[in-house]
Every structure is written in C-alpha cells, then in structure tokens.
C-alpha cells in the first residue's frame, strides 16, 4: 500500500530538477495524469482477475509490473520516456491498490476489519504526507533518479513477504478460467478517453474545443460499446449485480461524491494556507496534514459507532459532519490564523473516517470470496473518478470566480494582474512587483475562490448524504464467515 500510495505524489516536488534534466514543461503534468489515469482504468480489470484467480497471484504480477516502471522511470532518457513508464507504472500501481484492500478484508474477520483498515489508511495517509518531503529531499540532495529507484528495495522485501507468507485457501475454480478481454480492453479505452477529457480539459486546451469534444464523444462511444460488450460476456469485468444491487450501487455513487469533495482541501487549501494566510509551503502542507491524523483514529473508532446505529447511519453521520465543516469554512474569517482551518480539517478528517471505512466494510462483507474483489475495486473505481470529476469541476469554478474577480478589480490597479489562479499564486509569493493595494485585493480574490470551491464541496457531501438516504438500505444484508 505505501509504494503505491507514495508514488502519486513522490515525484511533485521534483518536477524543476526533472524538467532541468530532461526537458519537457509544457508536458509534465502527464507525469501524474498519466499514473492517476493507469491506476484508475486497470482497477476493475484487476478486481475481476483476482475474484477469477487468486488474490496472490494478482498481487504479485501487480508488483513486479510496479517495480519494472520503477527501474525503467529511473533510466528514463526524455520526458516522453518517463511519462510512458510512470504509465507502466500505474498498470501496477492499480493491482497493488485494489488487491491489497481485498486481501485485508479475505483475511481479518467482519470485528477485526476496522484495526486493518484503518492501518492501512494510516500507511495511506503517512505515505502521501510524506512523498513531497521525500521526493523533495532526493531531488536535492542526491538525484531525482533515486525517486524511482527507492521503490526496489521496499518492493523487493514487500514482493518476498507475499510469496512467502501469504496463503490462501484452496477454493472451486472453473477448470479453465475465461477472461472478458474484450471487455477489460472496452473499459481501458473508456476510461482513459474520459479520464483524459478531464484531466487535461481547460489545461491543456480549451473546454470548448476541438479536443475535449473529441475525447468526450470518445469516452461515450466506448461506453456504450462496454455495456454492449458486458452484457454478452460469459464473465464480464464490470458485472451488471455491480449496480443491482442497492448496497454496492449507492457506496459507489456516495463514494464517487466523496472523491470529488476530496479536492477542494487537497488541491485548493495549500494554495489558500500560502497566498491568503501567507504560510510557507511546510506549514501549508501541516495545515492539510492535520486531517491524516483524524482520519484513521477515527475510521478504527467507527466500529463502535456502526455495531450501534449500523453501517448506513454511521456513514449519515460522518458526512453529515463533514457537510457542516466544508460548508463552514467560507466563515472563516479573512487573513485569519493558521489554526482555524487546520482545526476545520482535523474535524473533517474524523467525519470522513466515520463515512468511508464502513461503507467500504459493508460492502465487502456483502459478497462472498468470489466478488470482493470486483466489489472492491468497483467502489475504489469510483472514488477515483470522482476525483478526477472534481478536479474539472472545481478547476472551472475556480478560475471562473478568479476571472470575475480579476475583471472586477479597480482600475488603477487591473493593470498588470495576473489572470489565473497560478500566476496568482506566484505573484502573490513574490509580492515585491505588486503594490499593498494588489496584493491585498489578489488576496481578498483567492480567500474568494476558495470559499466558492468548499461551498461546492459542501454540496457534493450533501449529494453523499441524499445518495444513502434514498438508494442505501437502511440494513446491509451481512454474510457470515462461513458463507464466505
């Protein structure tokens, strides 16, 4: 779980001395749209193949896979070299991600659940904390290339511990297995026609271009090609019980809601903590950090929680809380302390370890040994484009309430602003060439944005909260261990 965890953001703090090497501005993003975009279309393939053949052996070809990209993104000698193997990378990265929650859920009973998970999110969470600090300091004091090269000793003693120790019970499988190929292949192109519509649409090119269109019309082509496919299928990668059944399809939508009210603190808040409250980028980064600290304290107390009121209502709760402290912040007052956001996000990180660990629970728990793992990545699917849905969206209200802002400014100081939310960003860390009056009124604009991005974060909780209300039972249907 750490090495898939901390390569999504391992490589963020590295970028200058990666395009000082090799090149390749204009094009660097990719070194992160393009491992998010593996990861998220190979997760129900993945999930699919280890209900089909095993867990192990799912996890193991994941993890070599990984740290083959690995040594290849190390040797890498341009930008599009590095970009195709962070690809690769992300092909492996997404059968470490998806198995690794299967496998804890096969072993620990429905009581001991919660304490795995909740370690597991802590890896989670220290991981993706750690990887700028980590990447930072390789990038400086060493090379960039260690970056990539760190994974294959953690790997290899990762790789050793599976084959090794983890064993699983023979159970009845078809004598010769089939793959809906087709299918898996239908769902990468969908998927990664999508993905790629959001991610790069109005970076890149224009919303309204040429491009988007294209990928758009892509992505709904391709889908309707999968459903064709799928319903075909004698072993289909996305089954239809998938979104049957009540249990799975409202934990997937409410899950994809959480995925894009994740990033107006992920994103947005260390450009708030740095260019409103003025805090350098470590204290921006514990500002958001204080929020891995509650999630997983809180997500090992949800079970106390959830034996009492159930799984449903213990979710209701948690984004219920999160709802009132995203839609909170906008009352925050302007230039204030560092603490008054932290505290909101040490807040939200406990409502959301009461929302996700249960229903991730639930569901797993809902399906025996042959459909968690398709369970499973169907739900970690979800939340993934969720994410990428929230960062297109937030994006456009943020620049579009920038923009507003920006065309708005007085006259005597419109002259020589910057016109998006980064050049704002860095005119406001180097405030020398700005007057007292613009830096101010840049300031008073980003506080602005950001308020406007929770708003929509809160109703994106609030969409959550309707989700379970009206699809979710109000008790999840709980299969014993010996039916499992």
Same mark, same amino acid.
């Given at each position: 779980?750490?090495?898939?965890?901390?390569?999504?953001?391992?490589?963020?703090?590295?970028?200058?001395?990666?395009?000082?090497?090799?090149?390749?501005?204009?094009?660097?993003?990719?070194?992160?749209?393009?491992?998010?975009?593996?990861?998220?279309?190979?997760?129900?393939?993945?999930?699919?193949?280890?209900?089909?053949?095993?867990?192990?052996?799912?996890?193991?070809?994941?993890?070599?896979?990984?740290?083959?990209?690995?040594?290849?993104?190390?040797?890498?000698?341009?930008?599009?070299?590095?970009?195709?193997?962070?690809?690769?990378?992300?092909?492996?990265?997404?059968?470490?991600?998806?198995?690794?929650?299967?496998?804890?859920?096969?072993?620990?009973?429905?009581?001991?659940?919660?304490?795995?998970?909740?370690?597991?999110?802590?890896?989670?969470?220290?991981?993706?904390?750690?990887?700028?600090?980590?990447?930072?300091?390789?990038?400086?004091?060493?090379?960039?290339?260690?970056?990539?090269?760190?994974?294959?000793?953690?790997g290899a003693v990762a790789l050793w511990l599976v084959i090794r120790h983890l064993r699983e019970p023979q159970r009845a499988r078809a004598a010769r297995p089939r793959v809906d190929w087709p299918g898996a292949l239908a769902i990468f192109a969908c998927g990664g026609l999508l993905l790629t519509a959001l991610v790069q649409g109005g970076v890149a090119w224009p919303w309204l271009s040429a491009p988007s269109?294209?990928?758009?019309?892509?992505?709904?082509?391709?889908?309707?090609?999968?459903?064709?496919?799928?319903?075909?299928?004698?072993?289909?990668?996305?089954?239809?019980?998938?979104?049957?059944?009540?249990?799975?399809?409202?934990?997937?939508?409410?899950?994809?809601?959480?995925?894009?009210?994740?990033?107006?603190?992920?994103?947005?808040?260390?450009?708030?903590?740095?260019?409103?409250?003025?805090?350098?980028?470590?204290?921006?980064?514990?500002?958001?950090?204080?929020?891995?600290?509650?999630?997983?304290?809180?997500?090992?107390?949800?079970?106390?929680?959830?034996?009492?009121?159930?799984?449903?209502?213990?979710?209701?709760?948690?984004?219920?809380?999160?709802?009132?402290?995203?839609?909170?912040?906008?009352?925050?007052?302007?230039?204030?302390?560092?603490?008054?956001?932290?505290?909101?996000?040490?807040?939200?990180?406990?409502?959301?370890g009461l929302f996700q660990l249960p229903l991730i629970i639930a569901v797993q728990s809902s399906v025996g040994w042959s459909e968690r793992g398709t369970a499973t990545a169907s739900i970690l699917f979800?939340?993934?484009?969720?994410?990428?849905?929230?960062?297109?969206?937030?994006?456009?209200?943020?620049?579009?309430?920038?923009?507003?802002?920006?065309?708005?400014?007085?006259?005597?100081?419109? +002259?020589?602003? +910057?016109?998006?939310?980064?050049?704002?960003?860095?005119?406001?860390?180097?405030?020398?060439?700005?007057?007292?009056?613009?830096?101010?009124?840049?300031?008073?604009?980003?506080?602005?944005?950001?308020?406007?991005?929770?708003?929509?974060?809160?109703?994106?909780?609030?969409?959550?909260?309707?989700?379970?209300?009206?699809?979710?039972?109000?008790?999840?249907?709980?299969?014993?261990?010996?039916?499992?």
């Open positions: 779980m750490a090495l898939a965890a901390i390569d999504g953001t391992i490589v963020s703090t590295a970028i200058p001395q990666i395009v000082g090497d090799l090149g390749g501005f204009s094009v660097f993003s990719w070194l992160f749209s393009g491992y998010l975009l593996a990861v998220t279309v190979t997760l129900p393939v993945y999930g699919k193949l280890s209900d089909t053949f095993g867990r192990k052996p799912v996890l193991v070809v994941g993890m070599i896979v990984f740290l083959g990209g690995s040594l290849l993104c190390a040797a890498a000698w341009n930008m599009a070299a590095l970009i195709a193997f962070r690809v690769l990378q992300g092909l492996g990265g997404g059968a470490l991600q998806g198995t690794v929650q299967t496998v804890a859920a096969d072993l620990y009973p429905l009581k001991e659940r919660p304490k795995i998970q909740a370690k597991l999110s802590t890896v989670w969470a220290v991981s993706a904390v750690a990887g700028p600090a980590l990447g930072g300091m390789l990038a400086g004091y060493a090379d960039w290339r260690w970056i990539f090269l760190v994974n294959l000793p953690i269109a294209a990928f758009f019309a892509g992505s709904v082509l391709c889908a309707a090609a999968t459903v064709a496919i799928e319903r075909r299928a004698t072993e289909p990668i996305i089954p239809g019980w998938v979104w049957r059944r009540r249990t799975i399809s409202a934990v997937n939508l409410s899950l994809g809601a959480l995925g894009l009210l994740m990033i107006a603190p992920t994103v947005f808040l260390p450009t708030y903590a740095q260019s409103v409250l003025g805090l350098g980028p470590v204290a921006a980064g514990f500002v958001l950090s204080v929020m891995t600290l509650s999630w997983p304290i809180s997500s090992a107390l949800s079970s106390r929680v959830y034996t009492r009121t159930g799984f449903r209502d213990c979710a209701l709760i948690g984004m219920g809380c999160a709802a009132l402290v995203l839609l909170a912040f906008p009352l925050l007052p302007y230039r204030g302390a560092a603490w008054q956001p932290a505290l909101l996000m040490l807040a939200l990180g406990a409502a959301l979800c939340r993934q484009v969720g994410q990428s849905v929230g960062a297109a969206l937030f994006g456009a209200v943020a620049n579009a309430t920038l923009a507003g802002r920006l065309a708005g400014a007085p006259a005597a100081i419109r +002259p020589g602003l +910057p016109d998006d939310l980064d050049s704002v960003a860095h005119a406001l860390s180097h405030p020398a060439a700005l007057t007292a009056r613009a830096t101010d009124y840049l300031r008073h604009a980003v506080s602005t944005t950001v308020d406007h991005v929770y708003l929509g974060a809160g109703c994106a909780a609030l969409v959550a909260l309707l989700t379970l209300l009206l699809l979710a039972p109000r008790r999840f249907p709980i299969r014993t261990e010996e039916e499992n």
